[in-house]
């Protein structure tokens, strides 16, 4: 007999706060909320670097591919591995890396020695860690709340998320506009500090049954789970929104440096803000997950909210006010809100235990078709321009998303989420 954390949790905090009864997941969203902190600042100062050192967009997509070819290639195993290995030991181990590169580049920067080949390097490193991480800590989730609040504790970890979608951004264009890149990497290692300090204090729980019993070949392991999620539509439907999203749709964070100097004519504090906007949206499409968290249809939620975005991008792509990029990077926030917490949510609600890191895994091999994605619009971009490159990519990815919607009667009729 399985036992729902959730009911030996103080009854402090009711409702959709009812995971903040339990102490690790308090850690664990403390941890979380620094962890995407440093994301979000990295990805602008990381981007203002190679604009500013290479003068050339296909550099800048070069980096992005760096950050996240890891992902196509550890998507495969990360799952696995994370039953194996253990998930708490997988996120405290990450975070030690991140804290290492961070450091090692404020260093760099602070001694003028820091070149494209370290930033790629240290690039590179923090996609591995993100591979496994990512997996780690979602698939962590069900084991600290139960099942009956992961939709809650997901609702609280993108109200999270979101606002250092908004913070992250502004605080990493103003870092450089004041301190410059050096100030910036500065604090991103102070919070990578306070992240690890909250995960080093997590319980040291004992092993899932399905953490204590690997035998099968990790290859082996790896074709269960991917013959698992053929026969589950809901989470199938996930993959493949996630994968028209992550190459088509979301590369354009890679050409956002481009579209502030070149297109909008910023400096890093416009870029900030841009940055920023995408973040405003994302946090007020927070309301309309909550709203419709208890709804049968989630899947109709997320597929609207991931087409939406794609269309909001699109016309993002072909304005030239700064004002207008501002309102339209809000209103794809609102529908990426609706992608991003769904995403994890369906995949969750609808797994079986046994099988949760192993789904979890294979949207972590869906969020790595990113890399290519990158080069893609890279390329695109150095030779026809920024915004055509956008344009014609976040169109397909509209349109891929109806195809999956329209091409999986399962995944639009699927209702209560449960384990199959």
């Known amino acids: 007999m399985t036992t729902d954390p959730a009911d030996h949790a103080d009854e402090t905090f009711h409702g959709s706060l009812a995971p903040l009864n339990i102490p690790d997941y308090r850690r664990l969203l403390a941890s979380n909320t620094l962890w995407w902190m440093a994301m979000w600042m990295e990805l602008i100062v990381v981007g203002w670097l190679v604009l500013e050192m290479t003068d050339s967009a296909w550099q800048v997509a070069l980096i992005g591919f760096y950050r996240m070819a890891p ?106 506009d004041i301190l410059g890149a050096t100030g910036c990497y500065g604090t991103l290692t102070g919070t990578s500090i306070l992240s690890l300090i909250f995960l080093v204090r997590l319980s040291r729980r004992p092993p899932t049954r399905q953490e204590r019993t690997q035998e099968s070949s990790p290859f082996k392991v790896v074709m269960e789970g991917l013959r698992y999620i053929r026969h589950s539509p809901p989470i199938l439907g996930v993959l493949l929104i996630t994968v028209a999203l992550n190459f088509f749709a979301f590369p354009y964070m890679t050409l956002l440096p481009v579209f502030a100097r070149d297109i909008l004519s910023q400096g890093p504090f416009g870029l900030g803000l841009l940055g920023t906007a995408h973040g405003v949206g994302a946090f007020i499409g927070l309301f309309v997950v909550r709203r419709f968290r208890q709804s049968p249809r989630m899947t109709w939620v997320y597929s609207t909210g991931s087409f939406f975005m ?17 309102f339209l990077l809000t209103i794809g926030g609102v529908g990426q809100a609706c992608f991003g917490i769904l995403q994890s949510s369906i995949v969750l609600l609808s797994a079986r235990d046994d099988m949760r890191s192993r789904a979890m895994g294979a949207i972590v091999l869906g969020i790595g078709t990113g890399p290519p994605g990158r080069l893609n619009i890279g390329a695109l971009a150095e030779a026809f321009g920024a915004p055509l490159a956008l344009g014609l990519t976040c169109g397909i990815a509209a349109v891929l998303v109806v195809a999956v919607v329209i091409a999986l009667p399962g995944f639009r009729r699927a209702e209560g989420l449960e384990p199959t």
């Open 71 to 176: 992902l196509l290639v550890l998507g495969f195993f990360a799952g696995p591995l994370c039953d194996k290995i253990g998930r708490r030991t997988i996120i405290v181990n990450s975070q030690i890396v991140n804290l290492c590169v961070n450091a090692a580049i404020t260093w760099l920067l602070w001694t003028g020695q820091l070149t494209i080949w370290q930033l790629s390097l240290g690039a590179t490193v923090m996609g591995i860690t993100w591979a496994m991480d990512w997996t780690a800590r979602r698939s962590f989730l069900p084991d600290l709340v139960g099942k009956s609040r992961t939709m809650d504790a997901m609702l609280l970890e993108g109200f999270t998320q979101n606002l250092t979608r908004i913070l992250g951004p502004f605080s990493s264009g103003a870092l450089i």
């Open 310 to 326: 794609s269309l909001s991008l699109l016309a993002f792509a072909i304005s030239t006010n700064f004002y207008l990029s501002l």
